[in-house]
């Protein structure tokens, strides 16, 4: 039996306050969300009665039911949308209307970006510039949905299947897009089907889009920086192209993994003073929840043994100042080293609060 997205009375998706011991929610990838409004078009289409919900098989044989939002018959083509629902995933696409029209007939299957869903402009993502942000596994799923339908209705599998996301533009700001080349709108994503909540596959996911961008447009130098402040301090210290920043957040060992594998000639690791700290002493994610500083180690490799009793790296630093900074900053750079082929030369820039440089080693 398939598992219904839920709405609230207003058709906004449900369920995002939870009480302490309810698990999260899983929601629905913006692919599956298109696969299940470009099924019931078809099913309109060509059986002239537009179902009011629609199962699909997602790629692990999970079939989820959408209810819809929208459904309109023309002459010669059809379209139906969803409201997707991330679960408790904090999804910027949590609530949008995702939009797909069909229109059979001309050569082939051709996917077009409509409103709010962007084109790719620059080389290294999974499809070529000029091509809709559709992902490869969403596309595969709607081609999938068409060719059986096809099969059912004996009609033939040309189809222009266009995409739409309103206000996905504004909302494509808020993610890596812009970044990565993919001008316009957001991008239909999903391999699984699957939002599982707060999962760092995403993230990770991003970033290694963005080290391929970067390889695609030859760039030697790039930079990965654990959030907006440090990002802006190493950007304008080493003058470094938009593309060339990646989004590598808390997740330093998953940068500097995909970077061993697909390496660029120089990396910079920028960061405040607590994070670098924990990546110099061995953590690869630097999440406050997952990591934490040892400061016993600390104390001992400073020859400080007061600093054992502090309690955050910012306290170490008001009171051994940049000495502590510059301390960091070869620890970080001994374990991005340690983590990097020779042939990748790197430099950490360590930061405090209000965006002074404390501390740097190359």
Known sequence: MGQSASRDPQGKPAGRARGPDRPLRRGWTTGACATAALKAALTGLWSGQMPDRIGIRLPRGEEPVFELAEARLGEGWAEAAVIKDAGDDPDVTHGALIRTRVIPGGTGIRF???????????????????????????????????????????????????????????????????????????????????????SCAAWIASIHRGVDVARA????????????????????????????????????GGLLKYLSAQPVAHVTIGGGVGKLTKLGQGAADLHSGRSQVDFSALAQGLGRPEVADMRTALEVLETLGTDFGAHVAELALAEVRRRLPGEVSADVVVIDRAGKIVGRAW
Do not use: Y
């Open 112 to 198: 077009t970006a409509g409103q709010g869903v962007g084109t790719i402009t620059r080389p290294g993502l999974p499809l070529p510039p000029g091509e809709a942000a559709i992902n490869p596994v969403p596309r595969q799923m709607m081609e999938e949905v068409l060719r059986d339908l096809a099969a059912a209705h004996g009609k033939a599998l040309d189809a222009e299947i266009i995409v739409s996301i309103p206000g996905g533009e504004a909302l494509a700001q808020k993610t890596w897009n812009p970044r990565l080349g993919i001008l316009g709108g957001l991008s239909v994503l999903g391999t699984t089907g699957i939002v599982r909540p707060f």
């Open 217 to 252: 447009e030859g760039l030697t130098h790039v930079a990965g920086c654990t959030g907006a402040t440090s990002e802006r301090v190493v950007q304008a210290l080493h003058g470094l192209p938009d593309h060339g920043m990646l989004d590598m957040g808390d997740f330093a």
